[in-house]
């Protein structure tokens, strides 16, 4: 992927599966210090330690000309269909770009996705109309969904594009069973509204890797299409029954938080002071990344 700049026994449990989105790889990167103290930020902002979160360089790429790019969703809401399902627990992408060189564009050389398993409330009891107090971790009960980056990354403000696929978790179904797939994603094409975009954090641009610039944004698409589940044998039409799939665009909508910081692996500028000055959501609109 190129930069052009530098700068979701268990039919009904998969129907609210759906909902879980998002938008992840750790290891050590070179010359980093943590971020400031979370007591700094307000108490929503999701944790960005780029040392610990970005993957390492590539070996001989110059960290000037690398960049890390975050972005978390930490709340909203999905309607696939008929069904409608909250954001309970955070979703990582992490985005490395490199360059060669200063006149040739940036390379993507990696792309990933994280977030813990979400527990629908209720499990397959609850989807079915039955809730049981105290019943929602009993192992066929319990139902969990986790996103799945599926490809198609595309970063070119106002609009992010992703593929993604859910994955379902529950004891009868397997460990293979997701709505979509690598070759039949849910493809987003998620809006922002320049307008809505408030700065969290100006970070620091002596050492945007130790300190990014954090911003927050509110994004959404009533595009996208549904495809129907993989991988999940026989109970793969009674999934797409319940759940209403392939679900056509305009039956579906995503809304949700994001928080974004982005940062070179090295600062590459001498005239840092200047650069204080820049407003972040303005280096953000320059930034593009394309499949």
């Keep these: 992927m190129k930069l052009s700049t530098r700068a979701a026994l268990a039919a009904a449990p998969v129907g609210l599966a759906l909902g879980m989105l998002a938008v992840p790889a750790h290891a ?8 400031a103290a979370p007591q700094d930020l307000p108490p929503d902002v999701p944790e960005f330690d780029f040392a610990e979160q970005c993957p390492p360089l590539p070996a001989g790429q110059d960290p000037k000309l690398a960049t890390c790019l975050q972005l978390v969703v930490t709340g909203g809401s999905m309607k696939l269909g ?9 979703m990582r992408t992490v985005i490395q770009a490199v360059q060669p060189s200063w006149d040739e564009p940036a390379t993507y050389t990696s792309v ?3 977030g813990k398993p979400m527990t629908v409330p209720g ?3 609850g989807l079915l109309g039955f809730p049981l107090s105290g019943a929602d971790g009993l ?5 969990q969904v986790q996103a799945k980056y599926a490809g198609g990354f595309d970063f070119a403000l106002p609009t992010t594009a992703l593929g993604l696929k859910i994955k379902l978790i ?8 997701f709505i979509g797939s690598n070759k039949d994603p849910m493809k987003l094409n998620l809006l922002i509204d320049f307008n809505k975009i408030t ?3 100006p970070g620091d641009y002596t050492n945007p890797f130790a300190d990014p610039p954090i911003l927050k944004m509110p994004t959404g698409d009533t595009t996208f299409a549904v495809p129907k589940t993989s991988g999940c044998g026989i109970f793969g039409p009674v999934i797409d029954w319940k759940a209403g799939l392939p679900s056509p665009s305009g039956q579906n909508a995503a809304s949700f938080t994001v928080y974004m910081a982005t940062a070179p692996y090295k600062p590459a500028y001498a005239d840092v002071a200047a650069r204080r000055t820049q407003d972040p959501v303005q ?8 499949g």
């Design 28 to 35: 050590a990167a070179p010359q980093a210090t943590p971020l």
């Design 82 to 90: 008929g069904l409608t399902q909250e954001i309970t627990q955070p």
């Design 112 to 114: 990933k996705m994280t």
């Design 123 to 125: 499990g397959v009891l």
């Design 139 to 143: 192992p066929y009960n319990k139902v």
């Design 170 to 177: 529950n004891g009868a179904i397997g460990n293979g069973c």
């Design 199 to 201: 700065s969290v954090s």
């Design 283 to 290: 280096t953000f609109r320059k930034l593009k990344i394309h």
